[in-house]
């Protein structure tokens, strides 16, 4: 893979084919692109995250309480601008923005001017990821350093992995086809790794 900067991308799951699944406490449903299970199939010497964490794209269609995941960080970006409520203070948070908070949090959805969808990553504090996982919005021509996946803004919300010669085939985006691309943040160079 490509640790300088991807910008060539395949398609590794086309998003209309996969199930929506309700929210932990049902109230609302979301598409799992990458699960826990799943995600330790992206380590590997170029990118040592190893496992426990989730990628997905949510429906926003009414305001109300997020599910309750303690024990976890997640990372949520809206694909319309969004006010959340966490721990009773309010965040308005613009179209495309990363908004990282603690997933065990009293979250709850309480601006929703129109509805929308929003993609996640979600990450368990005690595995080998945690603290390792970004989230970068970008557009499709921009490199993407350290790239282990991105979800294609083109209205297919397609989950895009960095294209690897004689591996499939190329997507061909726009260069400003916007990606929620997920990347591994290397550690400081300090001369010790944890």
Known sequence: MNTSGTTSWRTLRRTADLPEVP???????TV???SPDESSLFYSRSFPVDGRWRLSVASLDEPGPYSRLPDKDRVH???AGIGLTVDGELHTIPACTPFTFDGGARTELTVLPV???AVNLVVDRDSPAAGRLDIRVVDAGTPVPNALAAVALDGSD????PYVPDVGEVRISAADTRLVAVVWKPWASSGTEK
């Open 115 to 117: 509805p929308t969808r």
């Open 158 to 161: 397609d989950l895009l992995v």
């Open 23 to 29: 929210w932990a406490n049902g109230r609302g449903t």
């Open 32 to 34: 799992e692109l990458i």
């Open 77 to 79: 970006v809206p694909l």
